[in-house]
């Protein structure tokens, strides 16, 4: 919403914490009470949500988005999975609503820098209309395909390739630490070497090295993802022997 504003977007918002709009109303976006409220008010609504059953109640509740007078299309951030992305895309088209799953990869870091990888599926004349704000928000659109739910499947087998890497680099550095190596000195080999990865780049030098882990993904929400990536695995009969090895230390990590 940030990069919307700098942008010059205007904007109606609405979130359940107030903590979250008050900075934005404070730079000229508008306030509003529901997701209907902003559906009444503006053509164009972006969603970025935690779970697929918020998603679904925010888009399809009796307060939601399809209740909205002005909106006419459905933009979602979110990562919910395909089969939750097809379910609204269908509910809201019945109602004259076209709708874009554009899950987005890059964390809070890469929202406030503007460079936010997204995967978006849907009508391409309405993603090709969406170029302008998409490129307020990330640097890299990838248009999936017409079919709704394509963008959610992609996001799904990124993010758990991102985990899988994360929890293997934290193995190979625990197991290279307890050795008697430098953790700076590991990563930097890692990174000259074919064990680099997104965590070995970014998550280990900026968090686990210094000790500093803001703006990191909570582990529910990659939890969640993980989960969500196999289900649709196994709906589609493909066999995922690591993911669901992952899925599990995930698990064991909330509980944690």
């Known amino acids: 919403a940030g990069r919307l504003l700098d942008a010059g977007f205007t904007l109606f918002i609405h979130d359940v914490r107030e903590a979250v709009t008050a900075p934005l109303s404070a730079r000229g976006a508008t306030v509003m009470d529901s997701p209907k409220a902003v559906a009444d008010a503006v ?50 088209s019945e109602k004259g609503i076209e709708s874009l799953d554009s899950p987005v990869s890059g964390g809070v870091r890469g929202a406030e820098a503007g460079t936010l990888a997204l995967m978006v599926s849907g009508d391409k004349a309405f993603y090709e209309d969406m170029l302008p704000v998409f490129a307020a928000i990330g640097k890299n659109p990838f248009y999936l395909g017409e079919a709704p739910g394509l963008g959610q499947t992609m996001k799904l087998t990124n993010n758990y390739l991102s985990a899988t890497a994360n ?90």
């Open 167 to 256: 929890i293997a680099t934290a193995e190979a550095m625990v197991m290279g630490v307890k050795a008697g190596l430098d953790p700076k000195v590991m990563v930097d080999v890692f990174n000259a070497s074919s064990g680099r990865n997104d965590s070995t780049m970014n998550k280990v030098p900026t968090a686990i090295l210094t000790r500093r882990f803001d703006k990191s993904m909570k582990q529910r929400l990659l939890y969640k993802d993980v989960r969500l990536c196999m289900a649709e695995a196994e709906a589609m009969d493909v066999p995922m022997w690591l993911g669901n090895s992952v899925k599990q230390v995930l698990a064991f990590a909330v509980s944690q």
């Open 43 to 92: 053509d164009t609504v972006i969603v970025s949500l935690p779970t697929p059953d918020v998603v679904r109640a925010v888009a399809l509740g009796d307060n939601g988005i399809i209740q909205g007078s002005a909106v006419r299309r459905y933009v979602d951030l979110s990562t919910t999975g395909a089969v939750m992305a097809v379910q609204i895309s269908t509910a809201l």
